[in-house]
């Protein structure tokens, strides 16, 4: 009888194909409630033992395999890929930190690099560590799309660096005539920025290798700081987060230990475009990679128009065993795929996992990467997210198990320590652990202020469990606890949910939004347009912004998602969108809407694009603000 009457969606949930194995830790979590409503989690688990410092893998792959490539990159006008092996590498490497030794630097002062990723960049950071220099990896877009460079001459003043390293000084020559140069020396891969002394990289590359070099190794402590990383700069100036040898040594084990990788599958292999100067790109992707021997691809494409297709190319050639991106990345992936049964086949053919972050994944990306999976593999495979921050080396805590849902941060990784506060009907996040900085470089007050009386780093997140009675299945990212506000109602939004729950209903209309509604009567939201799909949807591969955001099948896709969005949290106040309108101009960085790593910071969008927002509350709005059901 219940046979004969289960529902076909219940039929379909039992015939789904299983998930592709993935080796993940047990989810063994001690729970302590307090008294006073705080909630401490843990794994128990304590964390496996790890290097004291990144350099010395690096050294054993160049002994142990010595040929297996580490770095790959295009290159050249036929851009075919350039590959450096691990010897290769540690060589050139050598050679970088007898240069560096040479210089006789001034301790604590770093190598900030001001170009994105490189097979140079790469070889450049591990000299420093060598050096026991920090790098100090600068957001590009400081140097190439700032107008007034502020932030770059705020970041160099800083943390002074005395070398920094630009890929082509060409390109860079705006920027470093912005800066105080005394002192400090430039070092160029391809061409020599105009009026400004240089020296080439290969010149230093080519230093004889003294004891000096392995004398210098040998002195690299676990506090030894490895990096200088930037925090987005989403609350003001950015800030010098201290990344020491232990911090990402631990950190890289703590994401290792909870998937660890089948001995007998292949070796690692990634495509990654994340930038390096960020923490996800340059820790969370190049540090695990690096301990366990792997190759890394350099993708010189992004998930944005025009670059795409340079990601697309290299995923033709590179079956990666891991992939992560943004959401609007896969969403561009599996529109390809899903006409590109070859490149399906590539993608899909060695990968144990995807991850994802940013921002939300949709539902129904979710679903079409599954059924490409499927279609290419006969298994699912896991969607993993991962959640933290630049000063928590950065992941400490993932969703590592057979998990259909998207919108988790996981559980804590072993050696993390995750403290709960209740505030209203969700809970503030704070983190202690050996991945948590030990401050703010030149910030003392700063530093000061980041940790609580139990030395938790007030991370600034919020979250929720998906059940309250049985934590092991989760928790679920809240937003930014100083995002939120009240309507004039009373009724608190959440701003960080409510955003990626709008961009996810909108999708694939909307790229990000910024979320109104401070003291007014009801929600409104200012949105950017995803150029690459909303040129898809009006059938012009060269629509502009101005051209999509008037577009009729445009907003006639924006209004469907977000009226099915209202309908899905019907008679809820704090989730309702009632009124919505396009943007044509992008967020900007010198007006601080827009983070190097391309988050959105709320507070300084509503502020600059204060008379957009007085539209989209007019008693009688605009026609080009859409008023919602």
């Not at 940013?358 to 539902?363: K, M, S, T, V, W």
Request: aromatic content about 8%; proline content about 7%; hydrophobic content about 45%.
């Amino acid at each position: 009888m219940g046979d004969a009457t289960m529902t076909s969606s219940a039929a379909a949930v039992l015939t789904k194909p299983a998930f592709r194995k993935v080796n993940w830790l047990p989810r063994e979590i001690e729970v302590d409630r307090r008294a006073d409503g705080v909630v401490v989690m843990k794994s128990r688990f304590p964390l496996n033992d790890h290097d004291p410092h990144l350099p010395m893998a690096l050294a054993k792959w160049a002994r142990q395999r010595p040929d297996h490539i580490w770095l790959a990159q295009r290159a050249g006008p036929e851009r075919q890929w350039r590959k450096v092996s691990y010897a290769e590498a540690k060589r050139t490497v050598d050679g970088l930190t007898q240069a560096l030794l040479d210089l006789k630097l001034p301790e604590g002062r770093p190598v900030a690099i001001l170009s994105g990723n490189s097979i140079e960049h790469a070889l450049m950071m591990m000299a420093a560590m060598q050096a026991r220099i920090p790098t100090a990896p600068v957001s590009p877009a400081y140097s190439l799309m700032s107008h007034d460079h502020q932030k770059l001459k705020y970041l160099f003043d800083l943390v002074k660096p005395a070398v920094v390293l630009v890929q082509d000084g060409a390109a860079f020559t705006k920027a470093l005539h912005a800066l105080d140069l005394s002192g400090v020396r430039v070092v160029h891969v391809g061409n020599p920025a105009d009026g400004i002394a240089s020296v080439a990289f290969a010149d230093m590359a080519a230093t004889p290798v003294t004891d000096a070099v392995e004398q210098s190794i040998a002195q690299i402590t676990p506090d030894t700081v490895g990096k200088l990383l930037f925090t987005s700069g989403s609350t003001g100036m950015p800030k010098a987060v201290i990344n020491t040898q232990r911090m990402m040594c631990a950190n890289a084990a703590m994401m290792l230990q909870v998937r660890p990788r089948d001995p007998n599958g292949p070796l690692p292999v990634n495509l990654d475009w994340m930038p390096w100067n960020h923490t996800m790109g340059g820790n969370a992707s190049f540090n695990p990679l690096l301990i366990e021997g792997g190759t890394m691809y350099i993708d010189d494409g992004r998930p944005m128009p025009g670059l795409i297709e340079e990601t697309l190319r290299n995923l033709r050639e590179i079956s990666p065993t891991y992939y992560a991106n943004v959401p609007a990345g896969y969403a561009a992936l599996a529109s390809a795929m899903e006409k590109d049964d070859a490149l399906c086949r590539s993608f899909f053919k060695n990968l144990a996992l995807m991850a994802y972050g940013g921002a939300r994944l949709p539902d129904d990306l979710y679903e079409r990467m599954q059924a490409l999976a499927v279609r290419a593999t006969g298994e699912r495979l896991v969607f993993y997210t991962g959640w933290g921050s630049t000063e928590t080396a950065p992941t400490s805590t993932g969703t590592y198990w057979d998990t259909e849902r998207v919108g988790l941060i996981g559980l804590p990784f072993p050696g993390v320590e995750l403290k709960m506060l209740p505030i209203g009907d969700k809970y503030e996040l704070r983190l202690r652990g050996v991945n948590v900085m030990p401050g703010y470089y030149g910030r003392p007050d700063l530093t000061e202020a980041a940790f609580d009386e139990e030395g938790f780093y007030k991370i600034g997140d919020a979250g929720v469990f998906v059940d309250p009675q049985d934590p092991v299945k989760g928790i679920i990212f809240a937003g930014r606890v100083v995002e939120d506000f009240k309507l004039m109602t009373g009724t608190f939004v959440h701003v960080g949910s409510l955003r990626t729950d709008a961009i996810a209903a909108a999708t694939p209309v909307v790229h990000d939004a910024l979320v109104a509604g401070q003291d007014r009567a009801f929600i409104g939201l200012l949105a950017w347009p995803n150029l690459h799909a909303c040129r898809q949807i009006v059938g012009n591969p060269d629509a502009t912004y101005e051209d999509v955001v008037k577009h009729p099948a445009v907003l006639a896709a924006l209004k469907a998602g977000l009226e099915k969005h209202n309908a899905e949290v019907r008679g809820v106040s704090s989730m309702r969108i009632a009124r919505a309108m396009l943007m044509s101009e992008p967020p900007s960085i010198d007006g601080n809407e827009l983070t190097d790593k391309g988050y959105i910071n709320q507070r300084a969008g509503l502020e600059r694009r204060a008379a957009l927002v007085e539209r989209l509350y007019a008693q009688h709005p605009d026609p080009d603000v859409m008023v919602l059901q």
